[in-house]
């Protein structure tokens, strides 16, 4: 679901029409609706709702301190990976104790922030970082909850550089290794061991990975039983895919129905960590074309948008639709859309049949919402783009352009 259309060919995000932000915001900017993160945030909350379960929003899809707030709003608490992730969530006022904390580099300062703000729990990694928490929890005096990530050796058929619950991956224990790890950490009187956790990849367009995972965690839960280890969690990560070009993700309903035909005999609590599938189509790029340029072989619209502020597409060589903001009927010919940076592989798309328009015509570079914003850089000492929040008819610059003062920000001579 979106509340991005076409109105008299004119594009809207909800009730206001796209080139009237542009005209007062300038491009190029992120353009989030507020309706449509509403919409997707509830109809996850609905699917899981006939079992116990927590929807821990993944902060690295889209941190932006508005989207966080209105997520928490609605009951979200924060999947984070590290320390300034947990400063965003607690200033967006996601409860700590909602707050899942994942990554395999976490340093003892960010254990310590963490602890001393008493997350939910850690999802450890690794043993060494095991006994980094036991280490502060000692000198915090204090327990510290703690699950850890077991790899399940799922494919979660997505690109490599997504992909992460292979055992060739960095993520999470073995299966191999996680009994062992589990009855090391149950003998410490400073950790409380509440949960299991793993995560497949990212940008799933099958449930089966899914449920291969539960199935291969219930295995492991079995074995902990006989151990006398209870725990309270399942955390089953994020990862469910959104439609970029012609996939065809499962909705939160059937998504819901898989996971929990496999654990409704269960009364763990279930945790969940969307990211990209809330908020990924909630947001659009939208950029001007500065000019038109034809080599003989090739057609190009030279934008102002670039690979520092989307960077999917030169990683990935992901695909996002785009769209002109005013629709045209004119003749389509192949183009690469491209951006100002003195890269090659600075492009948003690569031989898209585009209309011929105009210099200054505006572009939307649809399902943005993930993995935009948060992924910018100030690459060629460009200033970070500003992000805007829709609410039916108004909008309001969530942060702002930043300066070219800003950039130097922190810099001396020397």
């Known amino acids: 679901m979106n509340y991005f259309h076409y109105k008299d060919k004119e594009l809207y995000c909800e009730n206001i029409p796209v080139k009237q932000i542009a005209s007062k915001v300038k491009t190029p900017f992120y353009l989030y609706s507020s309706a ?5 945030f509830n109809a996850f909350d609905k699917a899981f709702s006939g079992h116990p379960h927590l929807i821990c929003f ?38 700590a104790g909602k707050i899942v904390y994942s990554g395999v580099g976490k340093t003892e300062k960010e254990i310590r922030e963490a602890a001393k703000a008493d997350i939910l729990m850690f999802n450890v990694e690794s043993m060494e970082e095991l006994d980094a928490i036991s ?47 589990y009855k090391i950490a149950s003998k410490r009187n400073e950790l409380d061991v509440v949960g299991i956790d793993c995560h497949i990849g990212s940008q799933l367009i099958q449930v089966e990975p899914f449920v291969d995972a539960i199935r291969r965690i219930k295995f492991l839960l079995r074995e902990l039983d006989d151990f006398g280890i209870k725990l309270d969690f399942i955390d089953i990560g994020g ?15 059937a998504y819901a129905q898989a996971l929990l035909s496999e654990i409704n005999d269960l009364s763990h609590c279930l ?32 934008v102002d ?16 639709e785009i769209i002109p903001v005013i629709k045209t009927d004119t003749h389509l010919h192949t183009t690469d ?3 100002p940076i003195c890269e ?48 039916d008819d108004q909008f309001k610059v969530i942060r702002k352009r930043e300066t070219y003062a800003r950039l130097l920000l922190g810099e001396t001579i020397w």
């Open 305 to 320: 948008a670039a690979m520092n502020d989307l960077a999917r597409p030169s990683l990935y060589e992901a695909y996002h």
């Open 239 to 253: 990862g469910l895919g959104i439609k970029y070009q012609d996939e065809i993700p499962p909705q939160p309903d």
């Open 135 to 181: 280490r502060q929890a000692r000198r915090l005096k204090c327990r510290i909850r703690i699950s850890f990530r077991v790899n399940p050796d799922v494919n979660a058929n997505t690109h490599p550089y997504i992909s992460t619950g292979l055992k060739k991956n960095k993520f999470g224990l073995p299966m191999s290794q996680a009994l062992k790890a």
């Open 36 to 40: 449509t993160l509403t919409h997707n």
């Open 58 to 95: 993944a902060v690295k899809a889209n941190s932006n301190l508005t989207v966080l707030n209105l997520l928490g709003e609605l009951g979200a608490g924060a999947d984070i990976v590290s320390g300034g992730e947990l400063h965003r969530a607690l200033k967006a006022g996601i409860p």
């Open 337 to 339: 859309i491209v951006g």
């Open 344 to 391: 090659t592989g600075d492009f948003l798309a690569r031989e898209r049949p585009m209309p011929d328009l105009n210099q200054g015509s505006l572009l939307a570079v649809m399902s943005a919402g993930a993995y935009g914003f948060s992924m910018s850089s100030n690459y060629n000492s460009r200033p970070r783009v500003p992000e805007v929040m829709v609410r």
């Open 271 to 302: 945790i969940i960590e969307p990211g990209r599938s809330i908020v990924g189509n909630a947001g659009i790029l939208v950029t001007k074309i500065l000019y038109t340029k034809d080599t003989g072989e090739k057609r190009f619209y030279i």
